[in-house]
């Protein structure tokens, strides 16, 4: 090689070798123990950083291969359970919130997205938030109420009170109503009327039960005493057809004609039949026609007894609103073909549910000319407070 490419001397060997003139060390070209020693410790310490961050990185199962001390950790790091119940339809479809009611054919679900819902049991089921079903739970609880009985204390506990009154009346859905006024100006007058109605629905039938009392007095004085008692049988045929058969029993003990006292006796028997012209789950309108036996039995000399008939026509509206309210109607118009004589009936209720237990509602109620008998007319508006089961 021409001395034009060869490099000077003391560039070379400052890069190939420490020498005296460069002063510049080179570690690699003759290892000393030290320098191997810091080396090696560089890379230990690499190597162990290394792998440590790449186990962090990986699964659990991947980690650990020891099975118990996996399910272990698995459950360390499972979720809490929601505090949400769980509504499952037999096409898969789910809905998260609460089961406010449940009877042997309904269930009654307050969703999260969709409100208050009633479903058949037959079409879906009821997972709740400890992870029972609704009809294992109600085993349940029946069984710890037989080891632990209702007490007296719970008198005090809406929620309790209302599960004993569920469990004593079974399938039976109902309300508690009460309504009172005292009033003291120039006179004195005190109102009280109180009132409980059961309710059970099959497939296609429907059965209500009612009782109520009222009374109300002035100056000490009973002008209203007063005990009424009705049972309502429908029946559903194909096409929207139905029959009614309602008995009812009134029992006045302050009824006066020109100041004279006639307390009586009243049974009236309806038998009718009707078409339903609206009938959904929000919304129900029916009409009919119906024949009426009235037996009056007056109860104060002298005593007497008298049977009379007369035809009706009647309507019946239940209307499901928003902010859970309801709307209920019922009205009667009577006419006698024998007599000629007609009167009617009409009782309107507008409900609006507090919560699961408590609803408040108003009532307009008159009866005015009966055709059948001579009872007492009446026109009321009272204000309602109800405890439902």
């Known amino acids: 090689m021409s001395r034009k490419f060869r490099l000077p001397r003391k560039f070379y060997e400052t890069q190939c070798?420490?020498?005296?003139?460069?002063?510049?060390?080179?570690?690699?070209?003759?290892?000393?123990?030290?320098?191997?020693?810091?080396?090696?410790?560089?890379?230990?310490?690499?190597?162990?950083?290394?792998?440590?961050?790449?186990?962090?990185?990986?699964?659990v199962d991947s980690r650990i291969t020891d099975p118990l001390l996996t399910d272990k950790l698995a459950d360390a790091v499972v979720p809490e359970r929601s505090e949400l119940d769980l509504l499952v339809y037999k096409n898969g479809d789910r809905l998260r919130g609460r089961l406010a009611e449940r009877s042997e054919t309904e269930l009654v679900f307050v969703s999260e997205r969709f409100g208050r819902l009633r479903v058949p049991v037959a079409e879906a089921k009821v997972i709740l938030a400890n992870g029972e079903e609704d009809a294992a739970a109600a085993a349940r609880a029946r069984?710890?109420?037989?080891?632990?009985?209702?007490?007296?204390?719970?008198?005090?506990?809406?929620?309790?009170?209302?599960?004993?009154?569920?469990?004593f009346f079974g399938p039976w859905q109902g309300r508690f109503v009460v309504s009172t006024q005292v009033v003291s100006?120039?006179?004195?007058?005190?109102?009280?009327m109180a009132e409980a109605h059961l309710r059970r629905k099959w497939q296609r039938d429907n059965v209500k039960l009612g009782a109520r009392y009222d009374f109300s007095e002035t100056n000490h004085l009973a002008t209203t005493d007063v005990f009424r008692a009705e049972v309502a049988w429908r029946h559903d045929f194909p096409g929207r057809l139905f029959s009614l058969y309602s008995p009812s029993l009134e029992w006045n003990r302050a009824y006066a004609v020109a100041g004279v006292p006639a307390d009586y006796v009243l049974l009236q028997q309806e038998v009718?039949?009707?078409?339903?012209?609206?009938?959904?789950?929000?919304?129900h309108l029916r009409v009919g026609l119906a024949e009426n036996v009235f037996d009056l039995w007056q109860t104060?000399?002298?005593?007497?007894?008298?049977?009379?008939?007369?035809?009706?026509?009647?309507?019946?509206?239940?209307?499901?609103?928003?902010?859970?309210?309801?709307?209920?109607?019922?009205?009667?118009?009577?006419?006698?073909?024998?007599?000629?004589?007609?009167?009617?009936?009409?009782?309107?209720?507008?409900?609006?549910?507090?919560?699961?237990?408590?609803?408040?509602?108003?009532?307009?109620?008159?009866?005015?000319?009966?055709?059948?008998?001579?009872?007492?007319?009446?026109?009321?508006?009272?204000?309602?407070?109800?405890l439902d089961f």
């Open 17 to 59: 070798c420490p020498v005296s003139r460069s002063r510049v060390p080179n570690f690699f070209s003759r290892p000393r123990p030290w320098a191997l020693a810091l080396l090696a410790g560089a890379l230990g310490l690499l190597g162990a950083v290394g792998p440590a961050r790449a186990a962090e990185e990986l699964p």
């Open 272 to 283: 009718g039949a009707g078409v339903s012209l609206f009938s959904s789950p929000h919304r």
């Open 185 to 192: 100006d120039t006179t004195e007058r005190t109102n009280f």
């Open 300 to 386: 104060v000399p002298p005593e007497s007894h008298n049977s009379k008939m007369a035809e009706s026509v009647f309507l019946e509206t239940d209307l499901k609103l928003p902010w859970q309210m309801t709307l209920t109607e019922r009205g009667v118009w009577y006419y006698s073909l024998n007599t000629g004589r007609d009167g009617w009936e009409n009782k309107l209720e507008l409900d609006k549910q507090l919560s699961e237990t408590f609803t408040v509602g108003i009532r307009h109620e008159v009866r005015y000319n009966n055709p059948g008998v001579r009872v007492q007319d009446y026109t009321l508006l009272k204000l309602l407070l109800g």
């Open 143 to 167: 069984t710890e109420e037989a080891e632990g009985p209702f007490s007296v204390w719970s008198l005090f506990s809406v929620r309790a009170l209302t599960s004993e009154v569920r469990n």
